[in-house]
Each structure stands twice: as C-alpha cells, then as structure tokens.
C-alpha cells in the first residue's frame, strides 16, 4: 500500500507572515499537489501571550493571495478538526496522562531562579547548560506536598542517553546524541502544550506523511522523535529546507528590509511574481525555466531539485520577475490593480474617463517594476500632479530649446485638434520646421509636455493628452525659460 501524502504548514500567528515561512507553505503545497495529497494548514497558537486573531486572519489572508489553497484549516473545516492548537488541549492532556503512566514524564518544580543559577553555574564551569533532572525522582508525597503549597509544576520529558537518527530528504542522513539534551518541557506551568509536544501530537492524530519546514527545526527533531518513540508511534518523513539569508548571510529579518509577504504586497509585486521568486530560491526545476506558474511548479517539484546550501534573498531578482508579469498581465487586471495606487497618491479616480485610466495605466505597464512606483508617472497624464522635474527644467536653460520649445507650440498650436495627438504627423512637422532630428528635439519636446525626462514612449502619451493640454504645459514650460 502506497502511503497517502499529508503535509502540513503550521505557522504561530505572532505577527505577519514572513517570506520565509511562506516559502515552507509553497513547498508543501506543492509537494501535496504533485502527490495528489492532501495539504492541511494548522494554526499553532499555544504561545497564548503572543498570539493573536489578527494575525491568523492576515495570514490565511496572505496565503490565499498568494494562490496557496488548503483542503484542510480552521476555516474550511475537515475531517482532522479542530485546526487551532488552543482548541485540541484535551488531545495532549491525554498523551501527557499516558506518558506520565508509562514512566516518560515527570512533574518539575523548580523555581527559574534555581534553574537561573544552575544555568550560570555551569556556565562559569564551561559546561553547557543542562537541567540537572532534580526532580526526576521525587517521591509521590513530595509532589502532593509542593502541590498543597499551590506551586503549579512544568511536565519534563526524560531524556535518556542514546543516539537518534533518522533520514531527511533535503539533508540525508541525520543523527544525533541525546547526552547533551536536557530533560525538556512538554508542558509549561500555565498547562500549555509546548511546541515539540504539541506538534507530535497533532502531526500524528492528522495522520501527517511528510514534514517540512525549516533548518530552524533540525534541532527540535530529534527532541520530537523521542516523543514519537515514547508514545509507541512511527514519526513522519522528515524534509528541513535552509532558511533564506540577507546579503550578510544572516536569516532573513527586518534589519534586511522587507520580510513580511504583506509589505511585498503593498509595494506592488504581484502574487505570482513571489510565488516565482520564493520557489527558485534554493530550487532548481529539472528544465531550468526561470518563469514558472503554478501549475508549472507543481508539474516539476521534486525534493531532489532543493538545494542543502542556503539561498541569498536577492530584491533585484525579485524585482525582474515582477517586470516580467507586469509585461504579460491583462489590461484590466492592471487598472484594477493600479487603482489603490492611483487613490493613495490622490487621484480621483472617479472623476476620470474608467476608459482614459485604463489607457494611462496600459501604457504604463512597461515602466513598472512594482505597482507603487506609478506614482511617478502620475504628473504626465494628472495635471493635480503635473510639475517639472528639475531635470526638465535644466533642459530649458539651454538656449536651444527656448527655440525648440516656441517652434513646437506654433505648430501643435496651428494643428487642428486631432492631428495635435498624432504623431505621425506632428513629429514629421516638427522636424521640418525646427531642423531638428533626434534626441535633441525628442527630449526637449518631452520635457515640454510631461515635465519629465523619462516615461512611456511620446507616440502613445501624446494622443492621451490631446491639444489643450499640451499647449498649456509648453507655454508653462516657455515662461520658465524665460
Ligand atoms: N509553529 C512552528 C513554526 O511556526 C511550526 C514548525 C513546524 O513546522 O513544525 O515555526
């Protein structure tokens, strides 16, 4: 019997979800598509104090933009339920009960203080800091008595002396020696499950296959397969990808820039163009594409494409992707896409042809690289936001252009109104009466009418905004030579 694909993303909802865990999602994901499996987001919220509901709501949010569906969550129900960890506690009282039974666990009453100074004390020895197991072997009425005195006690896990190994499909085979792992806690003194008991737990009772997630849990594994080992159960397949690296080859963090998928998002990257960039980094599809949909992603994921070396987060290369699908995207996912943008910057956007704005915003499709930087594009087609760039005004210092610049506006001006927006037969008078060609004419006529040095090619601005327009801005333009 082949085994049935269940994986799991299972993030703690203690603030906005990062680039790095959604790239744990993706891999899941995929791996449960390509499988046919079954792929289960679970909320791991027992760290009550820095937990919160807006953050599961933002991050069920940001994964669904991100297009990374699950079949099973705490929204969506299934057969696995409850899909929050606050609300299976009855699920890990009971295999505590049954560790406890079964020798596995004890009750620990020491104080942080005591744990504070045996901490320091083995430190100033050259130790490394171990619990010491002194409550390993309190007597039953040693443990009622400390209970009458209301001290509320951590449950321990016994860790006994051993080698654990087992075999990860990114890293190969692992393996580890217990003697240096303390007796760890599975329960805390507010009756809270611990991460790596908790997780055991559920990664049983939902009947996970396959665990994947980051390095940052190669060190919780071996703690987790005791615990398998304990309660009688085989653990899942392990995967632990390398996490994504600053330009100081530090995980990523806030002190790199952006890390949170909504802060990517506000800046204007579009869905697909992180999903893209989060897949290539650290794997390679076997055909080498650089753009891959989603589909495309799911056809070709295979573990064996990861890489063991960690990847560096590159804006650049995220950026170019960006580039690319704002290329290829439809006219009017654009403009409903540009739209926010436009009413931040303060655009009126209801005031306005919808049929002018989807035309600005096609055109200017092939200067962004995020949705954001429209805004400096505005002042060409907005007169709201129409200045001259410095630039724009130091090309009209030059003697030249005063001449270009009146020689332009005596034509457009003597044009009749539909002709003015043309180009074809504009630019041919243009270069006839100035005796100009090129970049000389082209930039000042440029500056001229947009008050910028860049932007979408003149051809297809001008007819967007017609004669009136034009004329007005070239005389603004004449008095600043002036
Ligand atoms: N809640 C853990 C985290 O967010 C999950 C780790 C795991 O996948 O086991 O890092």
Redesign the pocket.
């Known amino acids: 019997m082949t085994l049935k694909v269940r994986v799991?993303?299972?993030?703690?909802p203690t603030g906005l979800l990062h680039i790095g865990?959604a790239r744990?999602a993706l891999f899941n994901y995929l791996f449960a598509k390509k499988e046919k499996g079954t792929f289960v987001l679970r909320i791991?919220d027992t760290d009550v104090e820095r937990s919160t509901e807006a953050s599961i709501e933002a991050i069920l949010h940001d994964l669904k933009w991100l297009g990374i569906a699950w079949d099973e969550g705490p929204d969506v129900g299934g057969p696995y339920g409850p899909y929050r960890q606050t609300q299976r506690l009855s699920l890990y009282r009971r295999a505590v009960e049954e560790l406890i039974e079964k020798g596995k666990v004890y009750k620990c009453f020491c104080s942080p203080e005591r744990l504070e100074s045996l901490r320091k004390e083995q430190l100033s020895k050259g130790m490394m800091p171990k619990y010491d197991g002194k409550c390993r072997f309190l007597e039953k009425e040693e443990i009622s008595d400390r209970e009458a005195e209301g001290l509320r006690p951590v449950f321990r896990f016994k860790v006994d002396r051993g080698g654990i190994a087992f075999q990860d499909l990114i890293h190969g085979r692992m393996s580890f020696d217990s003697t240096g792992m303390s007796d760890f806690i599975i329960i805390r003194s507010d009756g809270m499950a611990a991460?790596n008991f908790a997780?055991v737990i559920d990664?049983h009772a939902m009947d996970i296959s396959h665990?994947?997630?980051?390095d940052?849990?190669l060190s919780?594994t071996p703690r987790?397969i005791l615990i398998y080992r304990a309660m009688g159960w085989s653990p899942p397949t392990f995967a632990h990808h390398p996490l994504i690296l600053g330009p100081d080859r530090t995980p990523l963090s806030k002190r790199h820039g952006a890390t949170a998928v909504s802060q990517y998002r506000e800046e204007g990257f579009l869905p697909e163009s992180l999903l893209n960039y989060l897949v290539l980094l650290g794997w390679s599809p076997p055909e080498g594409d650089e753009i891959l949909s989603l589909e495309k992603m799911i056809q070709s994921f295979s573990f064996t494409g990861l890489s063991r070396n960690a990847p560096t987060h590159s804006l650049k290369k995220l950026e170019w992707l960006n580039s690319h699908y704002l290329r290829h995207i439809d006219k009017d996912r654009l403009f409903h896409l540009l739209l926010p943008y436009l009413e931040k910057e303060g655009i009126p956007a209801q005031q306005y042809d919808p049929t002018y704005l989807k035309e600005v915003c096609h055109l200017l499709r092939d200067n962004l690289t995020t949705l954001s930087q429209v805004r400096d594009y505005l002042g060409i087609f907005f007169d709201e936001k129409f200045y001259f760039e410095e630039e724009a005004q130091k090309r009209f210092s030059e003697p030249a252009s005063r001449e270009t610049l009146q020689k332009v506006l005596k034509i457009i001006e003597d044009l009749p109104e539909k002709a003015a927006g043309v180009h074809t037969s504009l630019f041919h008078q243009l270069e006839e009466k100035t005796g100009q060609k090129g970049k000389p004419l082209y930039a000042t006529l440029r500056a001229g009418i947009t008050g910028k040095m860049k932007g979408p090619e003149l051809a297809k601005i001008l007819p967007l905004l017609g004669k009136e327009r034009m004329v007005k801005r070239l005389k603004k333009a004449l008095e600043l030579t002036s």
């Open positions: 799991r993303f299972a993030p703690a865990n744990t791991e991460y997780c990664d665990v994947i997630r980051g940052d849990h919780n987790q």
